[in-house]
C-alpha cells in the first residue's frame, strides 16, 4: 500500500464536502427536520437531470442552478401539501421526494444513451476518480471537486458566521422570531437553497447516501457532547473531517487485512461517522448510555452503603450493646438488593466505615458517626413529616427513608427548625 | 341598526390611539372559522385576560394580531398603524411547549432573543446585550440560572425566561400565551408581580388565561371569546355569570352549529374558501 498524491486529494476532498454539509446539518438536525436533507438530497436528481437536458453539459454551474431550484421547490411542496392535506411532515416528504427522484431517475435513463451520468455514481459518489479530473489555479492543480467543496463550505461557514443570531431565534422560536422581523419561512427556505447546494456540490464526489449520512449524523454526534451551540456546529465539524480521514484510511486498510482489495471510501466515511456516533452514544460524559448507567450505579451503591448503616445503627440501638456484630446474610437477606449489598459492604470495608470480625460485620467509630447522621436525617423527616405535615403513617417512615440519602447539613438544621428541636421520633426513637 | 353605527363609532374612536384596535377579523382554517367576526378595542394600561372555552381560538386570537396566522378579513391596528409598522411596540411570549426546550441555548441566549429586534438583522450580540439580559432574567429572579442550558430548568423556571425574554423587548403591548399554564406557586407570583409592573409602566397586556378564580384578582379587563367576542369589558361589569355561561355553556351554540353547517357547504364562497386561496 502505497500512499500517493491521489489519496491526499481524495481526503481533501472528502474533509471538505463531509464539513459543508455537516455545518448545515447542524439546523437540520436542531429544527427536528433531520429527513429534510434527505428529501431534498434526492429530490434535486431532476433538477440535475433537466440542466444537464438543457444546457448540454456537466458544467458545475447550470447544474447548481438546476439543484437550487428544484431544492427550493421540493421544500414549498412539502410545505404545501403538508398544510393543505393535514399529512404530518414525515409523509409528505416521502409523497414529494421518491415522486421527484423517480422523475430524476427516468430523465437520467432517457439522457443516458448519449451521457455518463448514471444513477449508481449518484448513490455512491466516485471520490476515489475526484483527483483526475482538475482545475489549474495559480499554476497548482487542484480536484474540480475539491475547489467546489470549499466554495461551498466557504459560503456555509460565511451564512452560519452573518446569520448566526438569525438561524439561532429561527430555529429555535419561529414564531417570536416572525413577529420581530425575522421571518422564518424566509430562513426556511434560504436554509434548504443552501442544502440543496451543498447536496450538489458534496453529491458528485461522494453520493447521496454519504451526503444524508454528513447532514445528519456528526450534528447529532455533536448534540450529544454539548449543550451550546457554537461547540456544536464546531465538534460536528470535527467528526465531519475526522470521519473523512478514518474513511479512506479504512477504506484502504481494512481489506487488506482479510485479503481483499480496497473499497469505496465513501462507503467507508459513512461507516467511520457512524461509528463515531456509537462511540460518543455509548460514552459521552452526561448523555451517554454508560455514563448515564454509571451515575444509575453509583447512586444505587450509595444508597445501599447508607441503608447498611442504618441497618447496623439499629441493631446497636436495640441490643443495647457496643457495636454488636451482624452477619452479611443478615443483611443481605433485610436489604434484598441482591449483589448491590456486597459491593455495598465492600466499599464500606475499603472505607474503613465497617470491619468483619468473625460474627459478622461491625461499625467503626466512622461508621458508627456517619450512622447516627444518617439516622438523625431520618428520624428529622419523620418527625417534621408527623409533627407539621400530618403524615404520621408508614407513609412517612417510607418518605424519610428516601430523603435520607440526600439530607444534608444545612436540610437538617431547617428541618429540626422547623420541627421544633425535637429529642424523640414519634416512634419515641431517641434522635441522635 | 342605529345600534350598529353606535357600535361603529364607538370602534371608529379607538382607531387612531388605542393599543389593539380590531375590525370586522375572521381567521379560518381550511374551511372551518375559528374567528368570527371579531370586533375589540383595548384600552391601554390595563391587563386585559383572554378567556374562553378550549378551540374558542383564543392562541389564534393573539396569533392573528400578531400576523403568524392570515386572516381571511378584517382590519387590526396597533396604535392606529398595522402591526408590521409596529413590531417594536409589541412583546410576544408564545406558549412555553411551542418550542424545543433540549435547543443547545442558555438562559441568557434565550433571554438575549428578546434584543435581537433592536440589534437588527446581521449585527451580533454584544457583551452589553448580554449584560441587559442577565438584567432581565435578575428582575424575574432567575439570575443565579444564566448559564443553565434551558432543559435542566424546571417548568415555572422556563416560563420566567420567557417572561424576562420579553421584557428584553422592552415592548408597549404585549401578548402572553397562557403564562401560567403549569407553573409553580413561585412562579404564578413572580408573573402576578411582573404583571402589576408593566401596568405601572403604562403597558398594555393581554393574557390568555384559563383560571377562572383568578380572572377578577389578576385582571382589570377581560374578553369573553368563543369564535365570536361573546363581551368585553372591565371586569366588574362583564365578568357575570350569565356571559360566563354564554360562552362556555354548551359546546355548540346556535351560532357555531349555523357556522358548522355552513362551513360544510360545498362551493362557499366566504371567509373559509377566502383563507384557503390566499
Known sequence: MEWTFIDSWIIVTGILSAMSCALLGNYLVLRRMSMMGDAISHAVLPGLAIAFLVSGSRDSLPMLVGAVGVGVLTAVLIQAIGKLSGLDQGASMGVIFTTLFALGLILIRQAADHVDLDPGCVLYGAIELTPLDVYTLFGWEIPRAAVTNGIMLLVNVLFVVFFFKELRITSFDPALATTMGFNAGVMHYVLMALVAATTIAAFESVGSILVIAMLIVPAATAHLLTDRLVAMLAISLVVAALSAVLGHLGAITIPTWIGFRDTSTAGMMAVAVGVLFLAVFLFAPRHGIIGRMVAQGLLTLRVNRDDILGMLYRVQELSGQRSPAVKTDDLRKALLTGGWVNLALADLLRTRMVRRTLEGVVLTESGLSSAA??????????????????????????????????????????????ANYPTLDPHRKAIP | MSNLSEFENIADAGQETAPIWINDLTVAYHRKPVLWDVNLVLPEGKLVAVIGPNGAGKSTLIKAILGLVP????????????????????????????????????????????????????????????????????????????????????????????????????????????????????????????????KTAGKTCVVVHHDLQTVTTYFDHVVLLNMRVVAAGPVEEVFTEENLKKTYGGKLTLLSQALHKYAQQPGIGTGGAKGGHR
Open chain 1, 373 to 418: 447522621n444518617l439516622i438523625r436525617s431520618h428520624r428529622l423527616w419523620e418527625s417534621y413529616l408527623c409533627g407539621q405535615m400530618g403524615f404520621c403513617d408508614a407513609e412517612a417512615h417510607y418518605s424519610a427513608h428516601q430523603l435520607e440519602h440526600v439530607t444534608d447539613e444545612a436540610m437538617q438544621e431547617r428541618l429540626k427548625r422547623a
Open chain 2, 71 to 198: 386572516k381571511a378579513t378584517g382590519d387590526i391596528r396597533i396604535y392606529g398603524r398595522s402591526y408590521e409598522a409596529q413590531r417594536r411596540l409589541v412583546g410576544y411570549v408564545p406558549q412555553r411547549e411551542s418550542v424545543d426546550w433540549d435547543f443547545p441555548v442558555s438562559a441568557t441566549d434565550v433571554v438575549a432573543m428578546g434584543l435581537y429586534g433592536k440589534i437588527g438583522w446581521l449585527k451580533p450580540v454584544s457583551r452589553r446585550h448580554r449584560e441587559q439580559a442577565v438584567e432581565e432574567l435578575r428582575k424575574v429572579g432567575m439570575e443565579a440560572y444564566a448559564d443553565r442550558q434551558i432543559s435542566q430548568l424546571s417548568g415555572g423556571q422556563q416560563q420566567r425566561v420567557f417572561l424576562a425574554r420579553a421584557l428584553a423587548q422592552d415592548a408597549q403591548v404585549y401578548f402572553m400565551d397562557e403564562p401560567f399554564a403549569g407553573v409553580d406557586v413561585a412562579t404564578e407570583k413572580a408573573i402576578v408581580a411582573l404583571l402589576k409592573e408593566l
